[in-house]
C-alpha cells in the first residue's frame, strides 16, 4: 500500500499525464513527510485518521498555500485513499471527511475574435516568404485557435494526422483518448505550403512541428512563439499563451450559435460541466452588448 505503487497505477492504468501524475506525486510525498514526521518510507495509510489530516491542513494554511492548492492536496489524498479501498481493502477513506475550501470561478481570458482575426490576418502575411521559422510560427497560431487544441496537443501532433484533403486532423488528446477537429481551406493552404517548405529545409519528419534541428518543438517554445505574437500584435488580455487561444476558439463557437456539445466534443471535455465555463463568457459579452445598446439600460429600472 504505498505511495509508488498508486502513481503506477494512474500512470500506467488510468493512463494519466506526466503533469497529473507529477502534481500526485508532489502533493502526496509533501503529505506523507508531515504524517511521518520526515520519514515517509514508513507511512501506514490505514493509521492515518481524519484528525491527523486537518491537522495538516491546518499547516498548509499557515504556510499561506492558497484555497486552490489545499483543494489540490486533500484530492489527492482523497484519491489515494479511494485506490487504497478499491485495490487493497481498505475500509475507510479518512479525507472524505475533509472539507473542501470554496474556489471563486474567474472567467478564462479569451481575445475579442476582431483582434484574433487582425492577429491571424498579420501573420498569414508571412506565409508570403519562404522562412520556416516564420511560416511555422504562422501556422501555429492560425492551427491553435482554428482547432482549440492543447498546447501538448500540437507539439504531439503525428504528420500523418493532418488531411488537408479532407479538411481534418487527429488529435491525441488526455488519457490517450483521439478525437477528429475538421479545418477550412485557409488553414489547409498554410499546412501544404508549411511541408513544402519544411520538407525543402529540414526533410522528412514524422512529426507536424519541428525546429530547424528537426527536434519536437517543447511546451515552454510554443509558449513563447503564441505569447511573443500577441504582445507584438498588442493583443488585449490578461494573460497570453496558447491556452487563450482554445479558450477564444470556444467562445467564439458558441457566440456564433454552435451547440453546447459539438464545442465538448471538439474541446475533447470528459465533462459538459468543463466546456458550459465558455457559456458564462457569451452571457457576459450579451450583457454587455445589452448595456451598450439599449437605450434604457443604463437608466434606473431599465
Known sequence: ????????????????????????????????????????????????TTADL???????????????TVRRKIQSVRAFYRYLMTQHGLKSNPASDLQLAKLSKPLPPYIRPADTAEMIDNMREHTLSDDFLAVRNALIIDMLYTTGMRCSELTELLDVDVDTVKGELKVHGKRNKDRIIPFG?????????????????????TLMFVNRDKLPMSRSSVYYVVSKTMKAEGVITSQHGPHVLRHSFATDLLNNGADLAAVQQLLGHESIATTQVY???????????YKLAHPRASKKGG
Open 54 to 68: 486537518r491537522l495538516w491542513v491546518v499547516g498548509l494554511a499557515q504556510q499561506k498555500c492558497s484555497n486552490a
Open 185 to 205: 481551406n485557409e488553414l489547409a493552404k498554410m499546412i501544404d505550403k508549411y511541408r513544402m517548405i519544411r520538407q525543402r529545409t529540414i526533410g522528412p519528419t
Open 1 to 48: 500500500m504505498t505511495i509508488d505503487a498508486f502513481l503506477t497505477y494512474i500512470r500506467c492504468e488510468l493512463n494519466y499525464s506526466v503533469h497529473t501524475v507529477s502534481s500526485y506525486t508532489c502533493d502526496l510525498y509533501q503529505w506523507a513527510e508531515f504524517t511521518t514526521k520526515g520519514k515517509p518510507e514508513t507511512l501506514k495509510p490505514e493509521l492515518v
Open 279 to 289: 457559456t458564462h463568457i457569451t452571457y457576459r459579452d450579451l450583457q454587455s452588448n
